[in-house]
């Protein structure tokens, strides 16, 4: 159970290859990263353009539920399939979000519906 | 590194329990201070059944009374079965999984010491001004109108402890993921671990829910906020929302260990492999995944509507369901075994009625119209009382004797332990059978006394009588564990002769670093397996001997906790407090208040920085090491004298 730092020598193969694969990674970082911004703009507009809230709540709603997902596999790395356990923690995860479905429902239905 | 049977000062006793990272210390000091506040809680319940004995009596007062209600709810469930389940989750599960820790030994220690300086800043309120006084829910329509400090108590003792119990539970959600020993596969792990990972789980879930609503109700109080004051917008229905989000899973949290504990105990006294392996880790999972989705069956006559309760009335019966599965599947082990009564067995036999008895009130209890008849009556007191302690306490007790060989190298006596089984079974039984009928007659929960005359005089008479009777059973049970410090160590593996899992394959005493080689699983029952096969050895090892790499100690974590207590004393004084404005408790100064909060927490997150810059890898106890340990505790076993002067 000892702690060896290891130092790897690459090939230039390797280096390319690397290079390659990051330049890929990043470029949909930033194309997830755009998304976000997009989804994010369109629940503003939707507010600046006086929509009638029942239109709004639904869609500002549904477009946070769109991130919550997109940055939980763009950002938190949800989609790299060779993490230790990922299958676990997906399923930690679509519990939490699953029970937190639940709670959100019932709020809305038995406590603030009507009640505002 | 000196050995374990080296001969130490008191001072350093008590600098390596305050400093340890040890599962197996750990554990020793969640039971110790799990059992401290047992007793006291049953101190408090004793006095209230005294002042219920007979009809308007004036034993204690009805302040007095509301507040030894409300400590005993509140102590009970989150400072003494919480952590005593705890100390039979570390104590068992790293050795049941084939790991030398817990995957964050320094968390471990952290979550113990937030649990227990909460306990402690809870209690200092008796001395302090008054003990809370709403209920173990403190619906915010009662508590935020209480006068003095006591829920702020409350309040903020529960967000430390409760802090300490959500970091516990999330570690051992990562060592029972990640540390298993090679071959133990999910379908392999034993039940115990099983629950264990499901309740940790709920813990996870349940606890930020609890978290949220104790800080709405914080700032409500002591910083002039109005979530839950309806007179300015804010509504009170959603703290008991949040509250029972995270009350009725806090239930299985407790009861789904008491399972695994005696999905351990069935099989090894009836001799035979566990029925239905499959279908209990189905049902656990099961019961974890409903249990969230029926909070609202305590909120029945709140008026959330018809279609609300109908739902979860349903929800709730449904539960009903994979616990009957697991009933069935202990009563299938037991039938055609080859039965041994030993006391942990006992308790498993006694626990088997007692619970269903509870669980069958609880439909009963789901059953929304019935429910408005029910609520707040007697018969719920008797229906949570027969499932706690029908379940989860007679798993603690019977779990006590079970696992006191591991733990402390010493067994309980058998004989006090029949005696004690016998006194507390019947006493709990006279308690809380009768309570039903009190219940159906009307008589309401949480009242401090009640008129002569209604018919309720003889069975809370036999009531009180009950509960005096389990007092004696657990004095008995402690002057038992009193005794066994000075009885003859049991120096040997597999204690009950019939062990199946891991932790009977491990000669007691234990080394710190648990097996000295990680051992290889090869099925369920693994222990079971080498023995059938005709291992003397205990296990067959995955690895060749080889340095074990260990946690180093830490004074960190205590240094923390006190931290957040320091802070909690600012905020308890805070001067914007609703209570401190209106006059009915006394405010500090707002520099006193502030310096307070932020001093305290300032020096919890000095500790936290100090932690994450101070690189801190470990030891390594060398094969040289490990083999004079691995002498001294066999010369130990063998004469008997602790090691020498080595
Ligand atoms: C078969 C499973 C169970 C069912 C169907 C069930 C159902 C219920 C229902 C419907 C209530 C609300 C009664 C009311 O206040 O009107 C209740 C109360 C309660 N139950 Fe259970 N329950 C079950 C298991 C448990 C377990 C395992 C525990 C504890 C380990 C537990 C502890 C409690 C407590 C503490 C209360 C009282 C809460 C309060 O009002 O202060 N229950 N149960
Ligand atoms: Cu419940």
Request: net charge neutral; proline share 4%; hydrophobic share 55%.
């Given at each position: ?6 130092v790897?020598?690459?090939t ?7 290079k390659?694969?990051?330049r ?26 006086d ?11 549904l477009?946070?539920?769109?991130q ?15 993490t ?10 679509w519990?939490?979000a ?10 809305t ?8 | 590194?000196s ?11 008590v ?15 969640y ?11 049953g101190f408090?319940?004793?006095l209230?059944r005294?002042?219920l ?6 034993f ?13 709810g509140?102590t ?9 389940i ?7 599960v790293?050795?049941q ?12 220690s952290?979550?113990?010491?937030l ?12 001395f302090?001004?008054g003990a809370?006084?709403a ?20 309040i903020?003792?529960?967000?430390i ?13 990562v ?14 792990m034993?039940l ?19 978290t ?9 109080r002591?910083?002039g906020?109005n ?9 009170t ?8 989000i ?24 009836a001799?035979?492999r566990?029925f239905?392996?499959?279908s ?5 999972i ?8 029926v ?10 509507g ?9 929800a ?7 616990t009957?599965m697991?009933v ?11 039965i ?9 036999l006694?626990f088997?009625?007692?619970f ?9 209890q789901?059953?929304?119209p019935?429910?408005?008849?029910l ?9 949570f ?7 989860i ?10 696992y ?16 004690t ?26 009242v401090f006394?009640y ?13 009180s ?7 004696i ?16 160590p049991v120096?040997r593996r ?8 891991l ?16 051992p ?5 029952d ?20 080889g ?5 180093n100690n ?6 923390m ?30 520099v ?6 932020i001093?305290?927490l ?11 810059f ?6 390594h ?5 490990i083999e004079?340990i691995e002498?001294?505790?066999a ?12």
């Amino acid at each position: 159970m000892g702690h060896e730092t290891h130092v790897e020598v690459r090939t230039q193969a390797q280096y390319e290859y690397d290079k390659a694969h990051s330049r890929a990674h990043m470029r949909k970082q930033v194309v997830n990263f755009a998304i976000m911004i997009f989804l994010t703009f369109i629940a503003f507009a939707a507010v600046l353009a006086d929509f009638s809230p029942t239109f709004i709540i639904p869609i500002i709603l549904l477009l946070a539920g769109i991130q919550v997902v997109l940055q939980l596999y763009a950002f938190m790395h949800l989609e790299d399939r060779s993490t230790h356990m990922v299958g676990v923690i997906e399923f930690f995860i679509w519990s939490a979000a699953f029970i937190a479905f639940t709670f959100f429902v019932a709020f809305t239905t038995i406590i603030w519906w009507g009640n505002y | 590194m000196s050995s374990v049977t080296q001969k130490k000062g008191f001072g350093a006793h008590v600098w390596d329990y305050l400093t340890t990272v040890d599962h197996k210390k750990i554990a020793i000091m969640y039971l110790a201070a799990g059992t401290l506040f047992f007793a006291i809680a049953g101190f408090e319940a004793l006095l209230m059944r005294i002042q219920l004995m007979f009809p308007e009596s004036t034993f204690i007062s009805a302040g007095l009374f509301n507040e030894l209600l409300t400590m005993h709810g509140t102590t009970m469930l989150f400072l003494a079965a919480t952590p005593i389940i705890f100390a039979f989750m570390n104590a068992i599960v790293p050795l049941q999984i084939g790991a030398r820790d817990v995957a964050f030994p320094f968390l471990n220690s952290l979550g113990f010491w937030l649990f227990f300086i909460g306990a402690v800043f809870l209690h200092l309120s008796f001395f302090l001004g008054g003990a809370p006084d709403a209920g173990w829910t403190s619906y915010a329509s009662l508590s935020l109108y209480s006068p003095g400090h006591g829920i702020d108590f409350y309040i903020l003792g529960l967000q430390i402890s409760g802090a300490g119990t959500l970091i516990s539970g999330i570690n051992f959600i990562v060592t029972i993921i990640t540390m298993r020993a090679p071959g133990m596969t999910f379908m392999r792990m034993p039940l115990f671990t099983w629950t264990t990972l499901v309740s940790s789980s709920l813990i996870l879930f349940a606890f930020p829910p609890l978290t949220g609503g104790l800080f709405l109700m914080l700032v409500d109080r002591m910083f002039g906020a109005n979530f839950f004051d309806h007179t300015m917008g804010g509504n009170t229905i959603i703290w008991e929302h949040l509250f029972w989000i995270f009350g009725h899973p806090e239930v299985y949290i407790l009861v789904l260990p008491a399972f695994g504990l005696f999905s351990e105990i069935i099989p090894v006294f009836a001799r035979k492999r566990l029925f239905g392996y499959s279908s209990m880790v189905f049902a656990t999972i099961l019961i974890g995944f409903l249990g969230f989705m029926v909070w609202a069956h305590h909120m029945f006559t709140v008026g959330l509507g018809a279609t609300a309760n109908a739902i979860f009335a349903v929800a709730t019966m449904a539960i009903a369901v994979p616990t009957g599965m697991k009933v069935f599947n202990w009563i299938l082990t037991i039938w055609g075994g080859s039965i041994k009564v030993t006391v942990p067995m006992l308790y498993a036999l006694g626990f088997i009625p007692s619970f269903v008895a509870g669980g069958v009130t609880g439909v009963m209890q789901a059953t929304a119209p019935l429910d408005y008849q029910l609520h707040d009556s007697y018969f719920i007191v008797a229906h949570f009382h027969y499932v706690i302690v029908g379940g989860i306490v007679t798993a603690l007790f019977g779990s006590a004797h079970f696992y006191w060989p591991i733990m402390f190298n010493r067994a309980l006596n058998p004989k006090l332990g029949v005696l004690t089984f016998w006194i507390f079974f019947i006493g709990f039984h006279l308690t809380f059978f009768v309570q039903h009928f009190l219940g159906l007659m009307g008589m309401p929960r949480r009242v401090f006394t009640y008129m002569g005359g209604q018919g309720w005089d003889l069975f809370n008479f036999i009531s009180s009588i009950g509960a005096i009777m389990m007092g004696i059973g657990v004095i008995i049970l402690v002057i038992d564990v009193l005794l066994s410090i000075k009885s003859e160590p049991v120096n040997r593996r597999d204690y009950w002769g019939d062990g199946r899992s891991l932790e009977w394959a491990i000669e007691t005493p234990l080394p710190f670093y648990n097996f000295k080689q990680t051992p290889l699983v090869r099925g369920f029952d693994p222990y079971w397996i080498e023995k059938e096969e005709g291992n003397k050895e205990g296990m067959v090892y995955a690895e060749p001997l080889g340095e074990i790499h260990m946690p180093n100690n830490s004074i960190l974590p205590f240094i923390m906790s006190i931290g957040t207590m320091i802070a909690a004393f600012g905020a308890l004084y805070s001067p914007w407090g609703d209570q401190v404005q209106a006059g009915t408790a006394t405010g500090a100064p707002a520099v006193v208040s502030l310096a307070l909060i932020i001093g305290g927490l300032g020096l919890t997150i000095a500790c936290m920085i100090i932690r994450s810059f101070k690189d801190d890898l470990g030891f390594h106890v060398t094969v040289a090491e490990i083999e004079s340990i691995e002498a001294d505790l066999a010369n130990y076993r063998a004469t008997g004298k602790k090691g020498g002067n080595k």
